[in-house]
T-cell receptor
Framework: DQQVKQNSPSLSVQEGRISILNCDYT??????FLWYKKYPAEGPTFLIS?????DKNEDGRFTVFLNKSAKHLSLHIVPSQPGDSAVYFC????????????FGDGTTLTVKP | DTGVSQDPRHKITKRGQNVTFRCDPI?????LYWYRQTLGQGPEFLTY????????KSRLLSDRFSAERPKGSFSTLEIQRTEQGDSAMYLC?????????????FGQGTRLTVV
């Protein structure tokens, strides 16, 4: 049973437009959520996170939205840049140990110039 | 470079052989994690240490797998009697664990191929 799901394996957007990546989870015990970005031949790197007590967190071009009732979160990238092309992983953890996370299978974002 | 370091980056081994991977975390991080990632999937948690204590192991970690962090600094992950199904990317990560949520910093991984 996959507890964190990213239903879109890939997404392609034009440079300058908005990228929206989605993630659903099933475990109600998750209370901290993270997005990681991964380039080929590198490990995942942290992008942005959100606690369950919030519904939005913003950092520059990146905003994460959390809808607890729907068990859904999304990552918005505005404006998208070609350098954003990577695999994006959604991750969730149940407590203050955010390093021990359950990951989705990732969405490959391609930003076209 | 003060990031998480993993060695080797690539390992090809014959089925039945033992392999050992090393991870050097960020120096001030007291938590260390091992994950496994197969093609097309996200990282899967294997085990984690707080200082030298191994506090949790996933059911994915069979008896052939053992991890240590002897002095609370670097860690090793050993796989005995490797099987083809062990072929994967093994990722190490570290984080500060002082009662607040902090993200994990990942190394570049060790890619294991069992032939």
């Amino acid at each position: 049973d996959q507890q964190v799901k990213q239903n879109s394996p890939s997404l392609s957007v034009q440079e300058g437009r908005i990228s929206i990546l989605n993630c659903d989870y099933t475990n109600s015990m998750f209370d901290y959520f993270l997005w990681y970005k991964k380039y080929p031949a590198e490990g995942p790197t942290f992008l942005i996170s959100i606690s369950s007590i919030k519904d939005k967190n913003e950092d520059g071009r990146f905003t994460v939205f959390l809808n607890k009732s729907a068990k859904h979160l999304s990552l918005h990238i505005v404006p998208s840049q070609p350098g954003d092309s990577a695999v994006y992983f959604c991750a969730a953890s149940p407590n203050t140990n955010a390093g021990k996370s359950t990951f989705g299978d990732g969405t490959t974002l391609t930003v076209k110039p | 470079d003060t990031g998480v370091s993993q060695d080797p980056r690539h390992k090809i081994t014959k089925r039945g052989q033992n392999v050992t991977f090393r991870c050097d975390p960020i120096s001030e991080h007291n938590r260390l994690y091992w994950y496994r990632q197969t093609l097309g999937q996200g990282p899967e948690f294997l085990t984690y240490f707080q200082n030298e204590a191994q506090l949790e192991k996933s059911r994915l970690l069979s008896d052939r797998f053992s991890a240590e962090r002897p002095k609370g600094s670097f860690s090793t992950l050993e796989i005995q009697r490797t099987e083809q199904g062990d072929s994967a990317m093994y990722l190490c990560a570290s984080s500060l664990g002082r009662g607040v949520n902090t993200e994990a910093f990942f190394g570049q991984g060790t890619r294991l191929t069992v032939v």
